[in-house]
């Protein structure tokens, strides 16, 4: 199993604008779309990857449990569905109804997204404030598919808490840890190895 680690975009990022197909229902996903909240959060996740599978039943909980806090929450899968069919549409969208997500799980089939958000590793999270500059960039928590700490989604949350009531994210952040992002050959960006 490959570990590959974020690539901790500069805080005070804008968001890079997008739109892309949610694959449960069709429609376009965009932020504009999510309207003006006090937090995004954009996800880059898949089905096929453990440190995913590691984490995903916590990705559905912070969807759920932020969902009346009016935090604007999409997952993106950008990997190559040609060679990992477990990350095309049809799959994700198996992944999003039996983890019942609460948010949109979008496909980046040109990896266009993923490349402009410097997104490197599945997961990859990225919380913007309500002027959508990116506050926070990084791990779930510290827990690993192999190193025995329980799942809590602590950094994250209290990243997410901090935005939400107005309040600094420490920027002492730590990468998330992943997967590498499965990138259609001769599609690989500059800043991926």
Sequence with gaps: MA???????PLGTQAPMFELPDVTTGELIS????????????????RHCP??????AELAAIG??????????VAISANDATKYPDDAPESLRQMAEELS??????FDASQDTAKVYTAACTPDFFLFDGDRRLAYRGQLDSS????????????????IDAVLQGKPVSPEQLP???CNIKWIPGNEPTYFG
């Design 64 to 73: 759920r449990d932020y969902q009346a806090q009016n935090l604007g929450i």
């Design 3 to 9: 570990m590959t680690a974020s690539t901790m975009l």
């Design 51 to 56: 440190f995913v599978k590691h984490v995903q």
């Design 101 to 106: 997500f609460t948010f949109p799980l979008c």
């Design 31 to 46: 932020l504009e779309q999510l309207g003006d909240r006090p937090a995004y959060l954009v996800m880059f996740i898949c």
């Design 176 to 178: 998330s840890i992943g």
């Design 144 to 159: 690993r598919p192999s190193n025995g700490k329980p799942v809590t989604g602590r950094d994250l949350r209290a990243a």
